[in-house]
């Protein structure tokens, strides 16, 4: 069974720094692409960055670039969100998803962890 | 900044059919958008519906069908059930600057 578990959100001051993490179980995690997604609350998604199967090479939305870092360890079928410069319209709840088959952005999904940016 | 519109909402009753779409501003969508369809539900995790235009998921109902409508791409439900109620969202990839875009998603009352 496939499952992605997040973990690493909570609360920090705006200009912090948070590690999300989300741990991949069930599939041959070095195989797939993973994706981080967000959704601020009562609002709808955002894609915020993906990474390839071998961690070579992130892309990222605009809004993030030069703030945010996607990584990976395939040793540990872990995914990573290094996310720095925190502002308040960086809260959200963060999903990691797993690239499916080509060109599915996302067929499994993890229940998301939440961060919020506040003083 | 390339913006993906849907409709905020749509009703439909039970057993009929709707069609819910997703346009880019860049223009019309293609199959080279790569179209993907999710469901929200409150609560459960997103469920990948529809991916690559018309590609459906290995659990995605049949009622469920893909397309491209016009300059749009388009989810369509024939035979809705109750549970078809929630929120539906839009992935085009665009590339560059903005690889992949959500729409700002359908809200679906069934009534």
């Known amino acids: 069974e496939v499952q992605l578990v997040e973990s690493g959100g909570g609360l920090v001051q705006p200009g912090g720094s948070l590690r999300l993490s989300c741990a991949a179980s069930?599939?041959?995690?070095?195989?797939?692409?993973m994706t981080w997604v967000r959704q601020s609350p009562g609002k709808g998604l955002e894609w915020v960055a993906n990474i390839k199967p071998d961690g070579r090479e992130g892309y990222y939305v605009d809004s993030v670039k030069g703030r945010f870092i996607i990584s990976r360890d395939n040793a540990k079928n872990s995914l990573f969100l290094q996310i720095n410069s925190l502002r308040v319209e960086d809260t959200a709840v963060y999903y990691c998803a797993r690239g499916g088959a080509d060109w599915s952005e996302g067929d499994y999904w993890g229940q998301g962890t939440l961060v919020t940016v506040s003083s | 900044q390339t913006v993906v519109t849907q409709e905020p909402s749509l009703t439909v009753s039970p057993g009929g059919t709707v069609t819910l779409t997703c346009a880019s501003s860049?223009?019309?969508?293609?199959?080279?958008?790569?179209p993907n369809w999710f469901q929200q539900k409150p609560g459960q995790a997103l469920r990948a519906l529809i991916y690559d235009t018309s590609n459906k998921q290995s659990w995605t109902p049949a009622r469920f069908s893909g397309s491209l409508l016009g300059d749009k791409a388009a989810l369509t439900l024939s035979g809705v059930q109750p549970e078809d109620e929630a929120e539906y969202y839009c992935l085009l990839y665009h590339g560059g600057v903005q690889p992949w875009v959500f729409g700002g998603g359908t809200k679906l009352t069934v009534l």
């Open positions: 860049t223009g019309a969508v293609t199959r080279g958008h790569h």
């Open positions: 069930g599939f041959a995690f070095n195989r797939h692409w």
